[in-house]
């Protein structure tokens, strides 16, 4: 396996828990720090490295109404603030080959949205960057159809990729995660990020809904992931998830991190211990 460089850490095997998360929509540069903040005191208590994730614009949103981000300028002005203050890697979606450039002068990582996969000109705009790029699984894909997104990256000669496990369709609204995804991904060659937040969403219902998430499966799925081999572990995490502007129903809640990651941290690296994957 290819291990993969992120600013001061190594994600991959046989090292630390990466841990990606932080508000779903970076609605201000306030809200911004204060779930970084949070988040790095964690990661020295707990032992586990630190991506800072927040998106500066969201466009795949259920209604041209909904709240899409401070957008490109903005947002990634507040991200290199974040950046600054508390010296951690700096994540968000890019949905346009135009951005890529532009992201990469702030972003350590640019993430390849689920929907966008297989999206040739974006995958090689993005890997052209020479940034580390973490793409999503499509709801739609086998695991082992990622090998695609990983030739076009490979074509620009890059190697810095994450895959990120986010679950399969089943049937309509609903995903499910098959955890085989995770060895199978990882015999790719690259180590594999589990988002446990976007498989709790109930697609066709409003995250503003109480009834559009379930984030109290969060914690399962996570340990569920670790145990599988995952390398990272994605979630987005607010003070207060119901007022979050975007995928309020699936966010974890910020004060509630510490008993998940405290878990999440003692199984990943009990699993690598093992040497199996």
Same mark, same amino acid.
């Given at each position: ?12 095997? @046989? %090292?630390?828990?990466? $841990? ?8 201000? +540069?306030?809200?911004? /720090?204060?779930? &970084? ?89 993005? @890997? %052209?960057?020479?940034? $580390? ?8 894909? +086998?695991?082992?159809? /990622?090998?695609? &997104? ?128």
């Amino acid at each position: 396996m290819n291990n993969v460089k992120i600013k001061n850490f190594n994600v991959g095997k @046989g %090292e630390k828990l990466c $841990v990606i998360s932080g508000p779903c929509l970076l609605e201000s +540069a306030d809200l911004g /720090m204060r779930v &970084a903040e949070h988040m790095v005191k964690l990661s020295e208590k707990l032992g586990f490295n630190y991506v800072f994730k927040s998106s500066y614009e969201k466009d795949n949103r259920g209604a041209a109404s909904n709240h899409r981000g401070l957008g490109i300028d903005e947002g990634l002005k507040a991200h290199q603030a974040i950046g600054k203050e508390f010296n951690v890697p700096l994540l968000s979606d890019v949905h346009r080959e135009t951005d890529c450039a532009i992201a990469a002068e702030v972003l350590d990582i640019l993430q390849i949205p689920a929907y966008l996969c297989q999206q040739t000109s974006l995958l090689i705009a993005a @890997g %052209e960057t020479g940034k $580390v790029v973490n793409v999503k699984k499509g709801q739609f894909l +086998a695991p082992e159809d /990622m090998s695609s &997104a990983i030739d076009k990256l490979e074509s620009v000669n890059n190697k810095n990729i994450l895959l990120c496990e986010r679950g399969a369709s089943f049937g309509y609204h609903r995903l499910v995660s098959d955890m085989r995804s995770i060895p199978i991904m990882s015999d790719l060659g690259y180590p594999v990020i589990f988002d446990a937040g976007h498989l709790v969403r109930i697609y066709g219902i409003s995250s503003k809904d109480p009834r559009g998430g379930e984030p109290q499966f969060i914690p399962a799925l996570s340990r569920a992931g670790m145990a599988a081999g995952a390398h990272g572990l994605f979630v987005e995490t607010h003070p207060k998830p119901m007022e979050g502007l975007c995928d309020a129903a699936s966010m974890y809640k910020l004060d509630e991190m510490e008993g998940l990651l405290t878990k999440a941290v003692q199984i990943h690296d009990l699993v690598q211990s093992w040497d199996i994957n």
